[in-house]
């Protein structure tokens, strides 16, 4: 696994032994060239949520974010994501936060980070997740003062998998799927429901 382009592209990253289900490069790629387009990376704050190596926030890191926060819960997909931010010698603008993605965005959503919106979420959670567990943590998300005006949401799931239940307050503008995973685009709702301009 590797990162894919920017400042540490073609850096290869360590992945947990198990429990987590890694992004392809193919699909990594494709997330960033519409990420590319739509303009939400250079100088932005960006949650990788259910992070496992944090391969997503640490891409985001290479292609100019200023801020990445990588959540996750379990001991070897935090492990293995602190060992690439040390690698990457990205200590000074990513974190790690080992615990639930459900409790790090219940406490987003009650305490939002003053002058700290989010420009970029990415969730990448278990299949096994349930779609009432999805659908609250995009609740958490949608609530006034997480995300910046023209942030995206992307949710990567199993082909499989329904279209995830989108709360008030977000709203999808875009899909594709890539052999067994899905890519989900959402932002947040705007008055006359158009998309800001990049």
């Not at 987590?20 to 704050?45: G, M």
């Not at 985001?60 to 690698?87: E, F, P, Y």
């Not at 349930?130 to 006034?144: E, F, I, K, N």
Request: net charge negative.
């Amino acid at each position: 696994m590797r990162i894919v382009a920017g400042t540490m592209g073609g850096r290869t990253l360590v992945v947990p032994p198990k429990g987590t289900r890694p992004t392809s490069d193919r699909v990594r790629e494709a997330i960033f060239s519409r990420l590319d387009h739509l303009d939400v990376l250079d100088d932005t704050r960006v949650l990788d949520l259910y992070a496992g190596s944090g391969a997503l926030g640490l891409e985001a890191a290479s292609r100019g974010a200023r801020h990445v926060t990588l959540v996750d819960s379990a001991r070897g997909a935090v492990a293995a994501a602190r060992a690439n931010v040390a690698t990457l010698g990205l200590a000074s603008c990513v974190r790690v936060v080992a615990g639930p993605v459900e409790r790090y965005t219940a406490a987003l959503a009650a305490t939002p980070p003053s002058g700290a919106t989010l420009d970029l979420v990415f969730l990448d959670p278990p299949y096994d997740l349930s779609d009432d567990g999805l659908a609250q943590v995009l609740r958490d998300l949608a609530a006034p003062g997480v995300l910046a005006p023209g942030a995206v949401v992307v949710v990567e799931r199993s082909a499989r998998s329904p279209e995830p239940a989108w709360p008030d307050g977000l709203t999808p503008f875009g899909h594709k799927a890539y052999g067994e995973t899905a890519v989900y685009y959402a932002e947040p709702a705007t008055a006359d429901g158009q998309r800001p301009e990049p």
